[in-house]
């Protein structure tokens, strides 16, 4: 039988993530969790009908809810004990700062807030390493990132500067020890991200060690993977080491200088 839970509770409160049908994602992610002592922060708490379900959903939990306007507990009725509520914006660094100091680390950590692209950026990028190992990131309204008056551009979906296009390129991370590309740099969400999952609207990263050895590529080479695999089984190197060490590499590199001239010409960096 399936866990309806949450969605009563997003319904009771008149929370919109029912209306939007985010529950059915809650669910599918949270509904293991419901009795666990879990740590939940949600950016953006307006008339509170979120945090309510959260904190009658997660009873041993601490529910932090963050917001740029002050919230009157009182008049909005949040009685529950596990509720935090401080103001700030998800844009304020020392504000976030404070924040992590406080709470530490999170398990969840939902950004319901301004939705402008450059905001859930920074925001996420500050964040994220004080989501645990196993934590989940969830992004709502990502639709405002095909939208020009949310800071968003429906003009531009590949390279504009939106929050789509960042967790869209989030899946290299997940992916990055299967870059053949020797000159690969790594970044800090490199090797900690197992799952970007996309849906109508709302995105959800799942933060774990990632760096399970890829079968083609080692060390970002593709040419030295297949040359200590030939290596290992024949004994003739030299052959080898022309054909993976010196022909490929060639390969390799000319298609690096191209795609490095294609990029400034285009200007993407
Ligand atoms: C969609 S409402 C949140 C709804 C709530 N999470 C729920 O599901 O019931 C968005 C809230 O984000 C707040 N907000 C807007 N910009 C923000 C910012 N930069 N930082 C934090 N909160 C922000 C708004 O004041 C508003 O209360």
């Known amino acids: 039988m399936s866990d309806t839970l949450l969605r009563n509770l997003f319904k009771k409160y008149k929370s919109d993530k029912y209306n939007h049908k985010y529950f059915k994602i809650y669910e ?13 922060l949600e950016i953006g708490v307006a ?7 959260w904190s009658k959903f997660f009873k041993k939990g601490k529910i932090v809810g963050i917001d740029i306007k002050e919230i009157d507990k009182k008049k909005l009725q949040i009685k529950s004990k596990n509720i935090d509520l401080l103001k700030g914006s998800q844009s304020n660094l020392i504000f976030l700062d404070e924040l992590v100091n406080k709470y530490k680390s999170f398990d969840f950590i939902i950004d319901d807030g ?16 004080y989501l645990k ?6 992004i709502e309204d990502t639709q405002t990132s095909y939208n020009h008056f949310f800071g968003g551009n429906p003009f531009d979906l590949k ?42 609207n709302i995105v959800v990263i799942t933060k774990n060690i990632n760096n399970m050895e890829s079968n083609l590529v080692l060390n970002n080479s593709y040419e030295k993977k297949r040359y200590l695999t030939k290596t290992k089984r024949n004994k003739n190197k030299m052959k080898y ?3 993976y060490l010196v022909l490929f590499r060639i390969f390799t590199l000319i298609l690096f200088i191209y795609s490095l001239i294609k990029r400034l010409i285009l200007l993407r960096f």
Do not use: C, M, Q
Request: glycine share 4%.
């Open 159 to 200: 390279y504009a500067n939106t929050h789509l296009n960042f967790f869209k390129n989030l899946s290299d991370s997940l992916n990055y020890k299967e870059i053949p590309n020797p000159f690969y740099i790594k970044n800090s969400f490199d090797g900690f991200i197992s799952n970007v999952s996309f849906y109508r």
């Open 133 to 138: 190992k196993g934590g989940i990131y969830f």
């Open 47 to 53: 008339d509170g009908s979120s945090v309510k379900a």
């Open 114 to 129: 301004s939705h402008f692209p450059k905001d859930v950026i920074k925001s996420f990028k500050f964040l994220f390493p």
């Open 28 to 40: 599918t992610y949270l509904n293991n969790f419901k009795r666990r002592k879990i740590k939940l």
């Open 241 to 243: 080491f022309f054909k």
